[in-house]
């Protein structure tokens, strides 16, 4: 199988949520946003969808 890089950004990931939710009839705050971005993050790590990797700036 062939690899490829893949960034992930949770921010975009809390705005995704955001938006669906909104559609959906919730209004989440940003902390439960930033939360559940958070969580999803965790969920592909541990399902090794993807591999962390520490920004070096």
Request: glycine share 2%; hydrophobic share 40%.
């Amino acid at each position: 199988m062939k690899e490829i890089e893949v960034f992930i950004d949770t921010e975009e990931i809390a705005e995704f949520f955001f938006h669906e939710l909104v559609k959906r009839g919730y209004v989440p705050t940003e902390e439960e946003l930033e939360e559940l971005a958070d969580i999803t993050f965790e969920y592909l790590i541990e399902k090794c969808i993807i591999d962390e990797e520490q920004d070096i700036d």
